[in-house]
């Protein structure tokens, strides 16, 4: 089936096409960051105006999602916790994925270094995280803060620590990909024909290791964004006035019986984007592999 | 042939060490390889054919493999003791490699192309066109119909014997002076086995390189090669041309194995004799005839001491006291 001329990209959008969920989830997603991006021009309310009068609104025209207790607009925090959030979780999910990439591949290939790079993996797996999360977060806030300036600083730290304590699932996945590549034939003959070792990795196993990588990633995304929601929840997330679907989420849990629809919100808006990620992954993983691309 | 020797590889032995058990794997292996010629090296499974040719270039993970040889000469170059990047420079450049199973010598994920132009960008400095270019003639000369558009393909979607034919140009991309070719039919069905015979037979002659060719079937060494060297246990128990091994074949083990085989001549036996008992595997270096065991002929003096290669006529070799 295979067309003249045709390039790789179109062959891997061909594919692409097929899924119709990860079709349907990249449109979800691309709307949902064209709304973060540009929502203070969509949507041109102040996410911090305290509207005393407001409060507790229900649905309206004026206030689409209603209004919190201190009648702030739901729909404005929705939109400015969504940068956040989204940020937080891609750049934590690259952190991870960067590190455990590298752990796993290095762990997988290089024999005498293996058992080092695991038993390393498996400390940081024993590690009990929130706990650790929250020495870390004690410890570096208020260096960060007075270095990059409250908002920032506790984004680079998030991140950071999220990256950090996140990554060796991608690690033991990875490094058993490699485990089993680096046996493959290809790979001996890879070096029949004078390959360095360097470009092994890169060109012969690096690409045989994306689809778990993506799928990690994916995932990935999901976790950062649920982490940060959980690090907001106790307190040692973001300023208590910088909104972020964790923290819009459990703000409205204190509200559940009276204001459910609080809650919903932001909850769907973390549900919809992390099984948006997934689907994503999933429909990426089968275009970009060319063994499953033509089945 | 008086020629001086393309390679020349003398007392070249391999064991592998686990943590309970060595197995010397080649031991004490003499040959030489010179331009132009087929060398065909037969013998059952476990001989040691490929683990000598994976050794000469430095394919053979170490640890578990030691290997060591008094000289291993390829082109007035010591193979050995080449640092690693030199080596490299030898490895799919001067000397390409074949490979038993093409349905997992190619990377899945990589395009055909892309893995036939590696070793020309790699090796000879050419640039993306002149490498691509380079790559559709040769995939021209391995019969690979409308080579330029299968360039682009992903190795899957190419037969076996197709694949085989991709691993046949991306061995000779870079005109080594060895191919060295590893049970390259064994994988594949007896028509694209003839064809793929029939294309290094014509390759040979237009390229010219010297080739080593693995394999267990001695019908393929009876219509391809040149010389044949017998490999039993880790040793080289007999080397002659070809004409003479299959009409004078004289260790045991050689005739053996040639009974074995039904007749190339179509007249059929009752029985296809075979060899009885199993190929000795080596734990300890071997003190004593490895074949001896398994031999008739043997007498007192197999069980004691290992025969070395003596000659037995022109270009004829055998390793057995009783010759």
């Known amino acids: ?295 | 042939m008086n020629r001086e020797p393309l390679l020349e590889v003398r007392d070249l032995s391999v064991s592998f060490h686990s943590r309970d058990a060595v197995v010397h794997a080649v031991n004490r292996v003499n040959f030489v390889l010179h331009p132009g010629e087929v060398l065909g090296v037969v013998g059952e499974s476990g001989s040691g054919k490929t683990v000598t040719m994976m050794a000469l270039l430095g394919l053979l993970p170490s640890p578990p493999a030691r290997i060591s040889a008094e000289a291993v000469r390829f082109d007035g170059q010591k193979l050995l003791s080449l640092p690693p990047d030199r080596l490299r420079a030898i490895r799919g450049h001067r000397i390409g490699f074949i490979f038993q199973d093409p349905m997992t010598s190619l990377n899945p994920v990589l395009t055909v192309g892309y893995q036939i132009m590696e070793p020309m960008r790699h090796h000879l400095g050419l640039t993306r066109v002149q490498a691509r270019d380079r790559a559709v003639e040769l995939l021209d000369l391995v019969g690979i119909p409308d080579a330029a558009r299968r360039l682009n393909d992903w190795p899957h979607r190419f037969s076996g014997g197709m694949r085989q034919r991709v691993m046949i140009a991306l061995a000779l991309a870079c005109d080594p002076q060895v191919l060295v070719a590893d049970e390259p039919t064994t994988a594949l069905d007896v028509t694209i086995q003839a064809q793929i015979l029939e294309l290094v037979r014509s390759l040979r002659e237009k390229v010219g390189m010297a080739i080593i060719w693995i394999t267990h079937d001695l019908g393929v060494i009876a219509g391809l090669a040149d010389r044949v060297m017998v490999m039993y246990a880790g040793q080289i128990v007999e080397q002659a041309g070809v004409g003479t091994l299959f009409e004078a074949a004289s260790h045991p083990y050689t005739r053996a194995l040639l009974g074995s085989v039904p007749d190339a001549g179509g007249v059929r036996r009752d029985r296809l004799m075979a060899i009885t008992g199993q190929a000795a595997v080596l734990y300890r270096p071997p003190e004593a005839c490895p074949f001896h065991s398994r031999c008739d002929e043997a007498v007192a003096r197999c069980r004691e001491e290992v025969p070395k290669r003596h000659s037995c006529g022109e270009e004829h070799d055998v390793a057995c006291f009783r010759r």
Request: proline fraction near 5%.
């Open chain 1, 1 to 295: 089936m295979t067309r003249a001329g045709e390039s790789y990209w179109l062959d891997v959008w061909r594919q692409f096409k097929v899924h119709k969920g990860a079709l349907a989830s990249a449109a979800f997603l691309t709307g949902v960051i064209v709304a973060v991006a540009a929502g203070p021009w969509l949507w041109p309310v102040d996410p911090q105006f305290i509207d005393v009068r407001a409060r507790n609104a229900g649905m309206s025209l004026e206030h689409p999602l209603g209004t919190d207790q201190l009648g702030r607009d739901t729909l404005a925090r929705v939109i400015a916790g969504g940068r956040t959030s989204l940020a937080v979780g891609v750049t934590a999910m690259a952190i991870a994925l960067v590190l455990g990439t590298l752990v796993g591949v290095l762990a997988g290939y290089l024999r005498r270094i293996d058992g080092a790079l695991m038993r390393l993996t498996d400390l940081f797996l024993a590690l009990p995280l929130l706990p650790l999360l929250l020495v870390a977060i004690l410890l570096f806030r208020d260096m960060l803060r007075s270095a990059f300036g409250p908002e920032a600083g506790i984004f680079i730290l998030i991140v950071a620590v999220i990256g950090i304590t996140s990554w060796m699932q991608t690690a033991r996945v990875v490094r058993g990909e490699v485990m089993t590549i680096r046996e493959r034939e290809f790979v001996l003959a890879a070096r029949s024909i004078g390959t360095s070792r360097r470009r092994i990795i890169t060109r012969h196993i690096l690409p045989n290791v994306m689809s778990p990588v993506l799928v990690s990633a994916t995932l990935g995304i999901a976790n950062a964004i649920i982490t940060e929601s959980a690090l907001s929840f106790l307190g040692l997330g973001f300023p208590s006035d910088f909104p972020t679907w964790g923290r819009l989420l459990y703000d409205g849990v204190d509200y559940l019986q009276r204001y459910p629809e609080r809650a919903m919100a932001p909850g769907l808006a973390i549900s919809l984007t992390v099984l948006a990620v997934n689907y994503l992954g999933d429909g990426l993983r089968d275009a970009l592999d060319p063994r499953i691309r033509t089945r």
